[in-house]
C-alpha cells in the first residue's frame, strides 16, 4: 500500500500562487502513475493533472498554462505549482497514485486515470 500526505494549501488572493506537495511513503515504485485531483463543495471531484510513467504531463483544460505537476523520484514527492489563481480553483485538493503503470493516451484529460491510493487533502482558498 501507498501512503499520500499532501501539504502546502493555504488562502491566497486571486492572481496569487500556491505550491502543493505530496509526500509519498510506503511500497511505492518511481513508475506509479500519479496525480492531482480536487472537488469543491457540492461539485463532483475532477483530475487537475496527472503525469504518467514516462513523465508525460496531463492537464485539465481549466489549469492548462497556470498548473504544473512535476515529480521527484528521489525524494518520493510529487509537487503542483499553481500560478494565477481563480477563486473558481478554490476547493480541496488531492494527491493520488495508482500501484501500476500509465501512458499517455491521446486526447484525454486527467479523469481518465483511475487511481489506487489517495491522500486526505489540503484545501487552497482563493478570495477575489
Known amino acids: 500500500q501507498v501512503q499520500l500526505e499532501e501539504s502546502g494549501g493555504g488562502s491566497v488572493q486571486a492572481g496569487g500562487s500556491l505550491s502543493l506537495s505530496c509526500a509519498v511513503s510506503g511500497k511505492f515504485y518511481s513508475h506509479y502513475c500519479m496525480g492531482w485531483f480536487r472537488q469543491s463543495p457540492g461539485k463532483e471531484r475532477e483530475g487537475v493533472s496527472v503525469?504518467?510513467?514516462?513523465?508525460?504531463?496531463i492537464y485539465s483544460d481549466s489549469v492548462k498554462g497556470r498548473f504544473t505537476i512535476s515529480k521527484d523520484n528521489a525524494k518520493n514527492t510529487l509537487y503542483l505549482k499553481m500560478n494565477s489563481l481563480k477563486v473558481e480553483d478554490t476547493a480541496m485538493y488531492y494527491c493520488a497514485a495508482r500501484r501500476a503503470a500509465c501512458y499517455l493516451v491521446a486526447d484525454v484529460g486527467p479523469d481518465y486515470y483511475t487511481m489506487t491510493d489517495w491522500g486526505k487533502g489540503t484545501q487552497v482558498t482563493v478570495s477575489s
Open positions: 503525469v504518467v510513467s514516462d513523465g508525460d504531463r
